[in-house]
């Protein structure tokens, strides 16, 4: 792929023929592709599926992981249920990263991106040093692949996220950053975030919201264009910070009007690149 070249977010789901094949429709040739079932993370499956992904000739960008039991329903819940800082879950979903990692090196892509979670944001907090302990254990797995791993953007300030990096001191961890997260979970002004952490990013989600109106409740996540992300001075700061990744549609709907809002926001980014 080319600099800047548009892809989508999409679930991978039981017909990854049919979820690519969508993508190929509308005219995309890269994608960001969620965690597959677990019966095509390895074995047979997985060969399957490396074939189904060279077959569709969409390129794929970034492997994201999903665990069992994430939900995003409100921001406690996303506290309570996302990514690798909830203990609970800690251990088994340490170990499906590391799968989720292996999967992507067997398809050929560098990227693998997560939520993790809510990082606390003081260091002296005896989670943030686990969970850099945490963060230093995954990047060496996936720097022995020769893999990026990257931190999703929104659950905390760039200056948190700034600070862990610096904490975890990987080459290979890496950002996707979205800049309607920031806005969704009230974390600080995009642009001025991508300014902060522009030499680590390696993918972004063309993605656009408005803040939360309530306590607790997430912002709204809006078509690209309609929020207050300001998509134009997002794409121009991507070329300013020398960014080399695609850009890549995240619109978190479904059915028609998802498809509609994808195709607009094409428009949108060609006009704008
Ligand atoms: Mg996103």
């Known amino acids: 792929m080319k600099p800047l070249d548009l892809g989508v977010m999409t679930g991978i789901g039981d017909n990854p023929r049919e979820s690519l094949r969508k993508v190929r429709?509308?005219?995309?040739?890269?994608?960001?592709?969620?965690?597959?079932?677990?019966?095509?993370?390895?074995?047979?499956?997985?060969?399957?599926?490396?074939?189904?992904?060279?077959?569709?000739?969409v390129e794929i960008t970034t492997v994201f992981?999903?665990?069992?039991?994430?939900?995003y329903d409100d921001i406690p819940t996303v506290r309570r249920t996302v990514g690798l800082v909830p203990k609970a879950t800690r251990s088994e979903r340490v170990k499906k990263t590391k799968a989720i990692i292996d999967f992507a090196k067997s398809?050929?892509?560098?990227?693998?991106?997560?939520?993790?979670?809510?990082?606390?944001?003081?260091?002296?907090?005896?989670?943030?040093?686990?969970?850099?302990?945490v963060l230093k254990?995954?990047?060496?797995?996936?720097?022995?692949?020769?893999?990026?791993?990257?931190?999703?953007?929104?659950?905390?300030?760039?200056?948190?996220?700034?600070q862990f990096i610096r904490d975890v001191d990987k080459p290979n961890l890496k950002v996707n950053f979205d800049p309607a997260n920031m806005l969704l979970y009230g974390s600080g002004e995009p642009i001025a975030a991508l300014n902060l952490?522009?030499?680590?990013?390696?993918?972004?989600?063309?993605?656009?919201?408005?803040?939360?109106?309530?306590?607790?409740?997430?912002?709204?996540?809006?078509p690209l264009g309609q929020g207050d992300?300001?998509?134009?001075?997002?794409?121009?700061?991507?070329?300013?910070?020398?960014?080399?990744?695609?850009?890549?549609?995240?619109?978190e709907i479904s059915g028609?009007?998802?498809?509609?809002?994808?195709?607009?926001?094409?428009?949108?980014l060609e006009s704008l690149k």
């Not at 522009?198 to 989600?205: A, E, I, M, R, T």
């Open 256 to 268: 028609e009007q998802q498809k509609k809002d994808i195709i607009a926001a094409m428009k949108l």
């Open 229 to 251: 992300v300001g998509i134009d001075r997002f794409v121009a700061t991507l070329k300013k910070i020398g960014y080399k990744g695609a850009l890549t549609i995240e619109r």
């Open 25 to 57: 429709d509308i005219g995309l040739a890269t994608a960001q592709m969620g965690t597959p079932p677990d019966n095509y993370l390895a074995g047979s499956g997985r060969a399957e599926l490396k074939k189904i992904i060279a077959d569709s000739g």
């Open 107 to 133: 398809i050929a892509v560098t990227n693998v991106a997560a939520h993790i979670g809510f990082i606390p944001e003081d260091p002296s907090n005896p989670d943030y040093r686990e969970l850099v302990n």
């Open 197 to 222: 952490l522009g030499k680590y990013v390696v993918g972004v989600h063309c993605k656009d919201g408005k803040r939360p109106v309530e306590k607790d409740k997430l912002g709204s996540e809006m």
């Open 65 to 71: 992981c999903g665990f069992a039991g994430e939900a």
């Open 137 to 162: 254990e995954i990047c060496d797995y996936a720097a022995a692949n020769k893999q990026n791993f990257c931190l999703e953007t929104g659950q905390e300030s760039a200056g948190v996220l700034l």
